[in-house]
């Protein structure tokens, strides 16, 4: 599993926790929906900036969308 990977399950996961809807997150988090899509099935990559959005918007420290051993214990 890539980072790529990590941060889209990661993202995902957490925003699923929170209640959030794509649109809710993308909203707080000052992005577009699509582009937040993207990120949760892997097919782009998340600047340090966007990272640093999203994670506030999630209420998390950014470091918690990176962690590779959270995302593997998912996996199984």
């Known amino acids: 599993m ?3 990977d990590v941060f ?3 993202l995902r996961r957490l925003r699923h926790e929170k209640g959030l809807s ?3 997150l993308a ?6 929906r699509s582009y937040l899509s993207q990120l ?10 966007i990272i640093g959005r999203l994670a ?3 209420g998390v420290e950014p470091a918690e969308l990176l ?3 959270t995302a593997a214990r998912e996996r199984r």
């Open 2 to 4: 890539d980072l790529r």
């Open 8 to 10: 889209a399950a990661l």
């Open 22 to 24: 794509q649109d809710d």
């Open 27 to 32: 909203y707080e988090a000052e992005v577009s």
């Open 40 to 49: 949760e099935k892997g097919a782009f990559y998340a600047s340090l900036k």
């Open 56 to 58: 506030e918007a999630l």
């Open 67 to 69: 962690k590779r051993e």
